[in-house]
């Protein structure tokens, strides 16, 4: 393995503040060069209002040769949300890719992990 880069922090933060009923549809792409180190944090949260919020999240996260990427999914939908999250993953030959999720609340959450 060659001398990796520095490390790069991306933090993507989608907050649900609304008093009315809302629908949410995300599409993160993430590239990951060769021999590139990122690691990557999504949170999603709620306010705790009144309000429902559905949350449909795709994260695409595509890692080339000898590079690293964390990703880490910290959810706190509280009561009146609901996430439905698809995180999609190609890694290319000597690519390290490691995901944790946190699930902190949510009327309904459903991860899937391709």
């Known amino acids: 393995m060659s001398k990796l880069s520095q490390m ?11 008093n009315k009923n809302i629908l949410h549809n995300t599409h993160n792409v993430f590239i990951i060069e060769k021999s590139a180190q ?11 209002n009144s309000a429902k ?14 590079a690293i990427a964390e990703h880490y999914k910290i959810q706190d939908e509280k009561e009146n949300g609901n996430l439905v999250s698809t995180t999609q993953i190609q890694q290319n030959k000597q690519s390290v890719f490691t995901t944790n999720t946190i699930t902190l609340s949510g009327s309904f ?3 899937n992990l391709n």
């Open 8 to 18: 790069w922090l991306v933090r993507i933060k989608n907050i649900n503040s609304n």
């Open 53 to 66: 919020s559905f949350n449909n999240a795709l994260t695409e996260i595509a890692v080339a040769e000898n």
């Open 109 to 111: 959450v459903r991860n």
């Open 38 to 48: 990122v690691k990557i944090v999504e949170h999603f949260v709620s306010s705790g």
